[in-house]
C-alpha cells in the first residue's frame, strides 16, 4: 500500500525559509509517478504549488515562482520543497500528491505552515 508521509513544517517570520519532504513507500517503481505538491488554507480550495513529471519537468504556481523549488530523489523515493521568502499568504496545510497516470493519486496527511511574525 503506497504511503506518504510529509514533514518539515512548522512556524517561521516573513522572509524564512522551509523545506518539507516527502518520503514515499509501498510503491514499485518511484520514478514513474509523478509528483506535486498542494497547499490548503482555511477556507480555501486545494491549489498546486509545485510539480515535477516523471522526466523532470516543473510547473509552479505564479505564487510559488522564483521562490520555491521542487526537487524529487528516484533513489530515496523522496520528494521535496524548498521554500524561500515565505510570506503570511504562503500559511497553510502542504500536502504531498504522486500521481500514477492515468488517474491513480495518493496523496499524504499534510504538514502546517504558518508563516507570521
Known amino acids: 500500500q503506497v504511503q506518504l508521509v510529509e514533514s518539515g513544517g512548522g512556524w517561521v517570520q516573513p522572509g524564512g525559509s522551509l523545506r518539507l519532504s516527502c518520503a514515499a513507500s509501498g510503491m514499485s517503481s518511484f520514478s514513474t509517478y509523478s509528483v506535486g505538491w498542494y497547499r490548503q488554507a482555511p477556507g480555501k480550495q486545494r491549489e498546486l504549488v509545485a510539480y515535477m513529471s516523471r522526466s523532470g519537468n516543473t510547473a509552479y504556481a505564479d505564487s510559488a515562482k522564483g521562490r520555491f523549488t521542487i526537487s524529487r530523489d528516484n533513489t530515496r523515493n523522496t520528494v521535496l520543497l524548498q521554500m524561500n521568502s515565505l510570506k503570511p499568504e504562503d500559511t497553510a496545510v502542504y500536502y504531498c500528491?504522486?500521481?500514477?497516470?492515468?488517474?491513480?493519486?495518493?496523496w499524504g496527511q499534510g504538514t502546517q505552515v504558518t508563516v507570521s511574525s
Open positions: 500528491k504522486l500521481n500514477l497516470p492515468p488517474s491513480t493519486d495518493y
